[in-house]
T-cell receptor, first 115, second 109 residues
Framework: DAEITQSPRHKITETGRQVTLACHQTWNHNNMFWYRQDLGHGLRLIHYSYGVQDTNKGEVSDGYSVSRSNTEDLPLTLESAASSQTSVYFC??????????????FGPGTRLTVT | AQRVTQPEKLLSVFKGAPVELKCNYSYSGSPELFWYVQYSRQRLQLLLRHISRESIKGFTADLNKGETSFHLKKPFAQEEDSAMYYCALSGGGFQKLVFGTGTRLLVSP
């Protein structure tokens, strides 16, 4: 069955370290998204991609970067982790508009703690 | 700018009572509206979307463009409905979503 996975599921890191969160989907979706979930803020879009070599900034992109070298993966990198980036991170993917489906399929989340 | 507002952080009801989770949006064009749900220890999943006009698990939501609202309703709440509910908007033909802050629904026996 097609799925979307994230790793690691839990991560503790120190301020200033570089951290990469992995997202892998086997839906063959062109569209992939990274959100962070914080109490009182809901889910906020960090970065997104509509295809290989395409990346776009979302609402809260400062301090984060992504790269899309293939269809299946969209890793999220925190260049220099800060305590304000302690959060739960969700990856999602969706099919093209032509399919008529806007449904986003979410991964299980990664809980990141920056100390 | 696109914005989604969910005014209630917590909605607590008894089993069998009607439920209405409020969602208002701000968008100048024609939006696509969705409700996503996150049950305890599960991943976020789509509950329903306005274009399909369907009822899922007894929930319905009608897009009211005049009031810019997309409230989620269920006539008789069940304990298994307890979860976090997010209203989301997509506009301009783009698939990225703008989420509200979420409402936690707690259904007590």
């Amino acid at each position: 069955d097609a799925e979307i996975t994230q790793s690691p599921r839990h991560k503790i890191t120190e301020t200033g370290r570089q951290v990469t969160l992995a997202c892998h989907q086997t839906w063959n979706h062109n569209n992939m998204f990274w959100y962070r979930q914080d109490l009182g803020h809901g889910l906020r879009l960090i970065h997104y991609s509509y295809g290989v070599q395409d990346t776009n900034k979302g609402e809260v992109s400062d301090g984060y970067s992504v790269s899309r070298s293939n269809t299946e993966d969209l890793p999220l990198t925190l260049e220099s982790a800060a305590s304000s980036q302690t959060s739960v991170y969700f990856c999602a993917s969706s099919g093209d508009t032509g399919s008529g489906s806007y449904e986003q399929y979410f991964g299980p989340g990664t809980r990141l703690t920056v100390t | 700018a696109q914005r989604v507002t969910q005014p209630e952080k917590l909605l607590s009801v008894f089993k069998g009572a009607p439920v209405e989770l409020k969602c208002n949006y701000s968008y100048s064009g024609s939006p696509e509206l969705f409700w996503y749900v996150q049950y305890s220890r599960q991943r976020l999943q789509l509950l329903l979307r306005h274009i399909s006009r369907e009822s899922i698990k007894g929930f319905t939501a009608d897009l009211n463009k005049g009031e810019t609202s997309f409230h989620l309703k269920k006539p008789f709440a069940q304990e298994e409905d307890s979860a976090m509910y997010y209203c989301a908007l997509s506009g301009g033909g783009f698939q990225k979503l703008v989420f509200g802050t979420g409402t936690r629904l707690l259904v007590s026996p």
